[in-house]
């Protein structure tokens, strides 16, 4: 059974940081390429960063409103993959969302999301 749970949402004040965390369990984790996206209300859900499988060189690329600021990594031992968000800012209040997209077929997964509200 394909499982993708993110956690590590929540409030935070302007400026602050948060780090995003997803396990993956189900599938051959290293052979996927992980993103995150995000979804703001009334808008469309949008790709914030992407981290490519171990067999693609596991690079990153990223939206560039969150240049400088979120950073995405994997961890291949413990099926994870991470989005470390600084400098956060109201307009990143979000559903944020985990990603798998194989790198050998269409299968692709969704995590259910976690809520990032930045807000004074």
């Known amino acids: 059974q394909v499982q993708l749970v993110e956690s590590g949402g929540g409030l935070v004040q302007p400026g602050g940081s948060l780090r995003l965390s997803c396990v993956a369990s189900?599938?051959?984790?290293?052979?996927?390429?992980m993103s995150w996206y995000r979804q703001a209300p009334g808008k469309e859900r949008e790709l914030v960063e992407h981290?490519?499988?171990?067999?693609?060189?596991?690079?990153?690329n990223y939206v560039d409103s969150v240049k400088g600021r979120f950073t995405i990594s994997r961890n291949n031992f413990r099926n994870m993959v991470y989005l470390q968000m600084n400098s956060l800012t109201p307009e990143d209040t979000a559903v944020y969302y985990c990603?798998?997209?194989?790198?050998?077929?269409?299968?692709?997964?969704w995590g259910q999301g976690t809520q990032v509200t930045v807000s004074s």
């Open positions: 189900g599938f051959i984790f290293s052979t996927y390429a």
């Open positions: 990603h798998a997209k194989s790198r050998w077929s269409v299968a692709e997964y």
């Open positions: 981290i490519s499988s171990v067999g693609d060189g596991g690079s990153t």
